[in-house]
Nanobody, 115 residues
Framework: QVQLVESGGGLVQPGGSLRLSCAGS????????MSWYRQGPGKERELVAG???????NYLDSVKGRFSISRDNAKQTVYLQMTSLKPEDTAVYYC?????????WGQGTQVTVSS
């Protein structure tokens, strides 16, 4: 059974930083492209960042230069380093693993940016 478990969310002041982690189990992690999505209050879910099996990355325009995605296949974990956080980054953040037609989602972790 595939499981993805996010952690690292919380309340942070504007300009602060957080690092999200997503630990996978029950899958051959290195085979999967990994992504972080978010869904803010009253908004649709959007792709924030993705990383391929070979380490290629892509980012939502509004987070470029502030967020960084990385992966550690030995630990079966994908990370999202978030800096210079803004109130508009407030959302539930989800990780997603995709291999071909198969995709799996975590349960999400809340990030709230507020003073």
């Amino acid at each position: 059974q595939v499981q993805l478990v996010e952690s690292g969310g919380g309340l942070v002041q504007p300009g602060g930083s957080l690092r999200l982690s997503c630990a996978g189990s029950g899958l051959t992690f290195s085979w999967y492209a990994m992504s972080w999505y978010r869904q803010g209050p009253g908004k649709e879910r959007e792709l924030v960042a993705g990383i391929t099996t070979t380490g290629g990355t892509n980012y939502l325009d509004s987070v470029k230069g502030r967020f960084s995605i990385s992966r550690d296949n030995a630990k079966q974990t994908v990370y999202l380093q978030m800096t210079s956080l803004k109130p508009e980054d407030t959302a539930v953040y989800y990780c997603m693993a995709r291999w071909g037609a198969d995709d799996y989602w975590g349960q999400g972790t809340q990030v709230t940016v507020s003073s």
